[in-house]
């Protein structure tokens, strides 16, 4: 009786809960924004200094101001060497998370767009190089 108690109580934990595998491979994790080159004029940008941060987790990318800034979520997709971003939120830990409708918001972090797509141009363990219509965006995983 006891083992069928057991077996069943495992059957109930197993069925009650989902698990969510993410299929982003080497792109899940944290990641530092360490320059952005404008593509028309081919300026970079040094930030290696600016403690501007990316963590893909699942369908989430947070990205944080280290520095005492901003910390905004995007809803993303990840299909080959894509990457769309679109849906994101200013984090309020105090009060629900807030809908962002001006790009001034997310400009600092590289993104143009309240919904923007990038090429993946180069991802490896260590090393993350996307590119906008505008920008080529450097990352290096910490």
Request: proline fraction near 1%; hydrophobic fraction near 35%; charged fraction near 25%.
């Amino acid at each position: 009786m006891k083992r069928n108690t057991s077996l069943l109580a495992l059957l109930l934990l197993l069925t009650s809960c989902t698990i969510e595998f993410s299929d982003n491979g080497k792109l899940d994790g944290f990641w530092q924004l360490r320059a952005v080159d404008t593509l028309a004029n081919r300026h970079t940008l040094d930030l290696k200094t600016s403690g501007l941060t990316w963590a893909f987790q699942g369908r989430l990318l947070e990205m944080r101001d280290t520095k005492g800034g901003s910390d905004l979520y995007f809803s993303f997709k990840h299909r080959g060497d894509s990457l769309l971003l679109s849906s994101p939120y200013l984090s309020d830990r105090d009060k629900d998370d807030i809908k962002i409708t001006d790009i001034k918001t997310v400009k600092p972090f590289g993104v143009n767009g309240l919904q923007e797509g990038f090429k993946i141009e180069n991802l490896s363990n260590s090393k993350l190089i996307l590119r906008s219509k505008t920008l080529r965006l450097r990352l290096l995983k910490l």
